[in-house]
């Protein structure tokens, strides 16, 4: 499984980023989908997913309200749109899928998920 994570970029506090996460010719429908960030010198940490179907989503605290996780999975796409963007945003962002027969299975670890995307980075400057 090949995952293409892009839309990262450049932008001053309070500005909007949309991020997507795409699988090559393949469906992303029987998988759930998260994002992770890392930033330098620090762990990776769980930013939101959305399980199958998205019958879940779940986001951590600091990003609740403003940032929306949604997937198409006709186009093999979770996007994650992320508005006023704080310096504390900056990272590199990850996409991480998860073959899964539930569509409740959204695990917020990242040791639970199988396939990654490469980074892409996200610099917020205040």
């Known amino acids: 499984v090949q995952l293409q994570a892009s839309g990262g970029g450049s932008v001053q506090a309070g500005g909007s980023l949309r991020l997507s996460c795409v699988r090559s010719g393949r469906t992303l429908s029987g998988y759930a989908v998260a994002w992770f960030r890392q930033a330098p010198g620090k762990e990776r940490t769980f930013v939101a997913g959305i399980s199958r179907s998205a019958v879940l989503t779940y986001y951590t605290d600091s990003v609740k309200g403003r940032v929306g996780i949604s997937r198409d999975d006709a186009k093999n796409m979770v996007s994650l749109q992320m508005n006023s963007l704080e310096p504390e945003d900056t990272a590199a962002y990850y996409c991480?899928?998860?073959?899964?027969?539930?569509?409740?299975?959204?695990?917020?670890?990242?040791?639970?998920?199988?396939?990654w995307g490469q980074g892409t980075q996200v610099t917020v400057s205040s």
């Open positions: 991480a899928a998860l073959p899964t027969a539930s569509t409740r299975h959204l695990p917020r670890s990242p040791e639970e998920y199988r396939y």
